[in-house]
């Protein structure tokens, strides 16, 4: 359906807007890019309860030691 | 996004959105993972020289956006069996007989034995197969050497995963469009499957539009996890997307749902378009793909009203014998309901033009039109071809400022199959040299058996791996690649969105690994032609790829993680759409100049054979890995230990299937060992066979594989004409007939056994 040419705008103006924050957010350096950072979090957060495919994996966030992969990649260990 | 709220400005300029702390001795780099084709932003974790951790960005708009490969990968790079020194065949191919060499022996005989192969046979006589998603440091370098060469044989398999897609695209609106996730309120999902560990940055893109509002349509044979969690399912049949578009463009031109407005000025051929959709009425969609007439107007009008709606891509309209009216319906969807280049619709984004892009830096323009009328497969599967694409170049200089886009690497391609037969000897000339990047063609492309002897026939076949997988196996040259730990990136998408992204190298390449980017330089030189990449350092390519943004690399890693400019909505209201006629085009002036069919329609199945009584679908990646990669990890191989065949309990009962038995699918094509998953997300008499099998740990060599032969998926998808797109000549991998062949029961327990069979 045609939309109306006042609404399309407004929703050109508010989709432009949430890029620049988006850009802001990134350089994280002066206040207002951090306050772009901080809006951006608080818009787009979900909370990991709601995330209905969630691993511990991804949720335990664990690394290796490095001294371990040495040894791994050197066929020492499995 | 909602109204920014009110705020403390002391506690923003306190707040924390630095990087995490890290341990003491432990440093961050901001990379981008490449394990698999989606490029998640990333932090790795550096300690004692070496990645030790994967976690996700600090950015919140790349937040979660991490799955468990990446997490996997510090210690996937680690293997032992990683190759790290150049190898060259010393036996009769395929022996699995090598010695190491080094870099410069292996370049200067690759660069001998190729120009004696162009000064024989031509220079259509060397083909590649790769694309840049894995390989990262390409960047169009390598098409630029085939260009001044004059080779037109590049392949890839993005010719039936997006890069078809883009270059489809292009015959509507003269672009691929990129949906807008964060502004829309419907999504369709055509098979596609996004979940936490596979897709990931879609998978949460749609969780934040549906915690918004958003409504979720998918169409799926399976009952997938977005099935389950969407607002319209529609259970249709494998490979019947275009007929179900037709019905939906039936129901929202008839119920005049369209943007009238949009298609009155900017559009060309509607009158037309709406006799072929007069053609499928629902009772007749509803037979062709098996759903409901309601459910499927019912979602026809979400999709129309409940806009702006988004379509994004899905590999699986790519893969259908219909896949460019499929392909093509998409884009007249979006367009009729007004949903081109809008918020929340789908962004035309154009090239950014502070980068100096891929398609540039690639030089099609120097190919002659002799040798570009040599690409294999052009004269009968023109759609993704130089011929195919040749009508593109002016509209696309109009309004992009350059002839040639070839968006995700998908617009100037060889066709799969001819380019195998040229090389099995079965083509109009002989292709005698076959190199392939981060690429493993044996099990990628559809017929295996043609590629098999299309590779034992060849005089060259150079590989550049991490790993000695079944392609490799029968290579003269494998040399040792480098990783997305261990190189810098610059990512701009392959052209598809005007974003640009930096990625820092995070750890050195072990042994001899040298990047995509170092192999193209050093073969330039063994060609005489090292002036075509004449910079020293990846570093310095990109410094040179950045000048317009008054940028150096190390500059624009430290200002950003996204570099882009602000978007521009509607374009194509100062410069119309880049096809011929400047509009949209609904009926394609470009498909009925190269005599095929300007309108979408639907090609139905071919009657079924007795034989092979059930439908097989193919080309799905399972979570743990990327197509055929990553068997050789073992948190991986925990999780996916065998190949699964889905079946659902009443085909299970149908044919006697008990969960776990060991069974074959055969077609005329050829059979394959699989394990049986009785799955009641799956409908009857379709089951769902896992993409890119082999098992590294057994027996290499010819006539082995390392279990190829055994599991490969390619080995039932067919590329004869029945099961080929019109235009673009790839292979329809969803619904193909086959059987299921019970295995005595001695065969059973033989088989396992041989599965773990150590490499010799
Ligand atoms: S989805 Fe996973 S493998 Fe793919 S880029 Fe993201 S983290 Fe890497």
Known sequence: MSIDEKLLRKRERSAALMMWMAKRSSYNKSLLDKACRWAVNRATTLPPEEDFLRDPLIDNDQGFDPDELDRYQRGETG | MPAAPPFDPQAIADAKFEEREVRPGVTTKRTICQTCDIACSVVAEVEKGRVVKIRSSDNPIFRDNICMKGIMAPKGLADPTRILQPLKRVGKRGSGEWEKVSWDEAISDIGQRLKAIIAKHGPEAWAVSTSQWNTATDHGLGRRIMNHVGSPNWISGVALCAGNTAAVNRFTYGWFPMGDFANTKCIVLMGHNPRRHSWTP???????????????????????????????????????????????????????????????NWTIGFDDLRKRVDEYPLERVAKLTGCDPEMIAKAARMYATEGPSIIPWTPITDMQRNSTSGIRLQSILRSVCGYVDVPGGERLEGFNPDIINESTIEMHHVLSDAQKAKQLGSDQHPAFTYRGQEAFREPTKRVYGQEYANLIMGCHMATPSATFRAMAGQGPYPVKAFFFLGNNPLMSYANMPLIIDAMMNQDLIVAHEHFMTPSAQLADYILPGDSWLERPWLMDSFGWMSS?????????????????????????????????????????????????????????????????????????????????????????????????????????????????????????????????????????????????????????????????????????????????????????????????????????????????????????????????????????????????????????????????????
């Open chain 2, 202 to 264: 879609m998978y949460n893109f749609i969780r934040q539009a549906q915690a918004r509002g958003a409504k979720l349509i998918v169409t799926d044979p399976r009952r997938s996890s977005s099935a389950e969690r969407a607002d319209i399912w529609l259970p249709l049949k494998a490979g019947s997307d275009a007929a179900m578009m037709l019905g939906w463009l039936k129901v929202i031109l008839d119920e005049e749902l369209y943007d009238k407005k949009f298609v009155e």
């Open chain 2, 500 to 760: 640009v992204r930096p990625s820092e190298k995070a750890m050195e390449p072990p042994g001899e690994c040298k990047s995509t980017f170092e192999f193209w330089k050093l073969l330039a030189g063994a060609l005489d032609k090292p002036e075509l990449v004449p910079w020293d350092r990846l570093e310095d390519f990109y410094d040179y790829r950045l000048e317009k943004t008054g940028m150096t690399f190390d500059q624009l890693v430290k200002k950003t993680d996204i570099y882009f400019a602000p978007p521009k909505f509607r374009q194509y209201e100062k410069k119309g759409f880049a096809t011929p006629s400047g509009k949209v085009e609904l009926k394609s002036s470009i498909l009925e100049e190269l005599g095929f069919d300007p309108l979408p329609y639907f090609r139905e199945d071919p009657p079924v054979d007795p034989e092979y009584p059930l439908k097989l679908f193919t080309g799905v990646r399972e979570d743990g890995f990327f197509q055929t990669g990553h068997r050789h990890i073992p948190e991986m191989r925990k999780r996916h230990p065998e190949p699964l065949l889905f079946v659902s309990p009443g085909t299970a009962t149908q044919y006697h299937l008990a969960e776990d038995e060991w069974v074959e699918v055969e077609n005329e094509m050829g059979k394959i060992s699989i394990k049986v998953a009785i799955k009641d997300a799956m409908p009857d008499d379709l089951i769902r066979i896992p993409h890119g099998w082999w098992k590294p740990e057994m027996k290499q060599g010819a006539g082995h594989l390392s279990g190829a032969l055994k599991y490969a998926d390619a080995q039932l998808c067919r590329d004869d004409a029945d099961y080929l797109d019109r235009e673009q000549g790839i292979p329809h991998l969803k619904g193909v007939p086959c059987r299921i062949n019970k295995v005595e029961q001695s065969e059973q327990s033989v088989a396992p056994a041989s599965a773990m069979e150590p490499a010799e």
